[in-house]
């Protein structure tokens, strides 16, 4: 996993739970916190702070991944200006994923894995989506999900009808987009 992940997953803790919080959840996933934007970590360690700040925040993980995936979303705005602007609305974003923002982001930081979505739009403001990726963190792209609804001004409705971490095959979200930017 790219180090700007990390990096941003810092950012959101010291600014919600203060420095010292980050660092416990270091100690406590026993990982040395040295992330540099650039870099190539394991996955797991991404999966020990989750499970660290889990425990400290007594959210379940899935719901801990949610929430940094919607505090992440307006950050990576931050750090890619301009890149949101060209979209009128959350669901227009998301069909832009695989075609023009992945593509950015893998030229960016080459070797970078990024998950393949599969869509179906069935209205205007509904979109099912297909979540496919080897690391499996699809309640952190459920997260950035509800982030773009954020930035977009909409409320999303995000039904995960079907989930590996439940045993099913595959991740199926049904994404259905409400108000505007106005």
């Not at 993980?61 to 919607?70: F, K, M």
């Not at 954020?150 to 009808?161: F, N, P, S």
Request: charged share 25%; hydrophobic share 40%.
């Amino acid at each position: 996993m790219k180090g700007v992940v990390f990096n941003v997953l810092e950012e959101i803790v010291t600014e919600h739970y203060g420095t010292d919080t980050w660092e416990d959840l270091l100690d406590h996933a026993k990982l040395s916190g040295a992330y540099t934007s650039l870099g190539n970590y394991d996955d797991t360690d991404m999966l020990k702070l989750v499970e660290a700040a889990s425990a400290t925040t007594g959210m379940d993980e899935a719901t801990c991944l949610r929430w940094i995936g919607r505090e992440m979303l307006p950050r990576f705005e931050s750090i890619y200006p301009g890149v949101f602007e060209d979209y009128p609305d959350t669901i227009a974003l998301l069909r832009a994923l695989n075609d023009v923002i992945h593509p950015e982001v893998t030229k960016l930081y080459p070797g970078a894995i990024v998950p393949i979505f599969h869509y179906h739009r069935v209205a205007e403001d509904q979109l099912i989506m297909e979540y496919d990726s080897q690391r499996q963190l699809c309640s952190l792209a459920h997260g950035l999900m509800l982030g773009a609804g954020d930035r977009y001004g909409q409320t999303l409705r995000v039904e995960h009808h079907e989930c590996v971490h439940r045993g099913d095959a595959r991740c199926l979200f049904d994404i259905r987009a409400e108000g505007s930017i106005g």
